[in-house]
């Protein structure tokens, strides 16, 4: 369940709050081909399971930015900001990839908001978001996303 924020200035006092865990979503092949079919990275260990089973990860794996991506649809997991007229990606500051996602790995989101400051019209947001690997060592990705809320 999302941590609710009732408007953009109530996001000011988060700095430091851990915002929770979205959904388990599980990386099927589909979702893989699919990815690779919207950038055009067809590199075999994304998308030839025959190859990748002799390759180094032993099956194929998700694209590091179809991790990344996933962020989009986990933040609105982990946290909702009410009374805004408008909220917009503004970018992100720190991508890492530290583990490989194995085709058929469930992964989740989590957040923690990093700081959170006014900017001309609305509040500014940095949330870490960790997207974990099920009973992985370590996670998928961890970017800190930058998100604007207008009142």
């Known amino acids: 369940m999302a941590t609710v924020f009732e408007s953009p200035a109530s996001l000011l006092d988060g700095t430091g709050q851990h915002l929770g ?12 081909d699919l990815f690779a079919d919207a950038t055009g990275d067809h590199q075999w260990i994304h998308v030839d399971p ?32 009410n009374n805004v007229s408008m909220g917009v990606n503004y970018g992100c500051e720190k991508v ?11 992964v989740r989101g989590s ?12 509040v500014q947001v940095v949330v870490r978001m960790t997207i974990e690997i099920e009973g992985g060592e370590r996670p998928a990705c961890v970017i800190d996303t930058i998100s604007r809320f207008y009142p």
């Open 21 to 32: 865990h979205g959904e388990w979503l599980e990386i099927d092949q589909q979702r893989i």
């Open 50 to 81: 025959v190859r990748a089973a002799e390759g180094p990860f032993g099956k194929t794996i998700a694209h590091g930015y179809l991790s990344l991506s996933l962020a989009n649809m986990f933040l609105p997991q982990v946290m909702q900001v």
């Open 96 to 106: 890492r990839f530290p583990a490989p996602v194995p085709v058929g790995s469930r």
């Open 111 to 122: 957040g923690e908001i990093i700081s959170a400051e006014e900017v001309k019209g609305g």
